[in-house]
């Protein structure tokens, strides 16, 4: 299947037209399914998912990862992390999303962009945006949870943003230990520095993650980095 435009650029196209049409969303996004040849967005959505590099990802990740996915804003790096969650939960393990960012109709929305009827997954799906969301927060949530479960935490920079919280990088420690001993998959979504220049560097890397606070980066021994459908995977030697 060869689009026009990576999907995340479709639905921002959509939306787009959505505004300026005045239609609902959901119409605009099947206008741009029919342009790509497609009888709805539904159809274009999972024909998207069987080519999507969320597959391959997922099969490189282990129990006890911390994985970071970067990308500027608009880049598809939540997308990319709700693919995981579905690659998950199609093996049968658990996904947890907890935002500090969006609604759960917001995530919901987000399941279908992917070609994912949310209902399919309820089962093996939570969604969480308390206004607590900490590690102390997350390790509580999930010391119950199956080992193999796959959480996004989005996103990175928010963690520390209550000044009662612990600093970001004794934050991100508590859950790698945690993870590593419980055999959880836990998946961060990362702010870009607005000095990235994708001129100068076609995707973005772990130089270039926002950093309001100090954290020692090499606490992640997965990461993934997005620029305009590109793809930068790193595994940690």
């Known amino acids: 299947m060869k689009l026009s435009a990576p999907v995340y650029h479709l ?10 049409s005045k239609a609902p969303l ?8 029919a342009r790509e040849g497609f009888a709805s967005w539904s159809l274009l959505a999972s024909k998207a998912a069987e080519t999507a590099p ?26 990319m992390s709700l693919e995981l ?20 109709r917001d995530v919901l929305d987000r399941f279908r962009a992917i070609g994912v009827e949310p209902a399919r ?9 308390s206004d607590a969301i900490s590690a102390d927060y997350i390790v509580k949530t999930l010391r119950a949870a199956p080992r193999g479960t796959l959480a996004v ?27 590593r001993d419980r055999g959880l998959i836990l998946v961060f979504i990362s702010q ?14 772990i130089g ?21 459908g590109e793809i930068r995977f790193q595994a940690a030697r």
Do not use: W
């Not at 606070?213 to 980095?225: I, Y």
């Open 121 to 129: 997954f309820n089962h093996l799906f939570d969604f969480d945006n």
């Open 11 to 20: 639905k921002r196209q959509a939306r787009l037209l959505s505004r300026q």
């Open 54 to 79: 969320a597959g391959g990802l997922f099969a490189r990740l282990a129990p006890g990862d911390l994985v970071l996915v970067g990308a500027r804003l608009g880049h598809g790096k939540t997308l």
């Open 85 to 104: 969650v579905v690659e998950a939960m199609k093996s049968g393990n658990r996904g947890v999303f907890f935002t500090l960012e969006y609604t759960q």
């Open 208 to 228: 270039d993650v926002r950093l309001p606070n100090p954290l020692d980066l090499s606490l992640f021994n997965k990461t993934c980095f997005l620029n305009e």
């Open 153 to 179: 935490i989005d996103y990175l920079q928010l963690l520390d943003q209550k000044r009662e919280n612990p600093d970001l990088m004794a934050q991100v420690r508590t859950l790698k230990a945690f993870a």
């Open 26 to 33: 959901h119409e605009a996004l099947d206008r741009i399914a």
């Open 192 to 205: 870009i520095d607005r000095s990235y220049d994708p001129a100068k560097k076609p995707c973005p890397d």
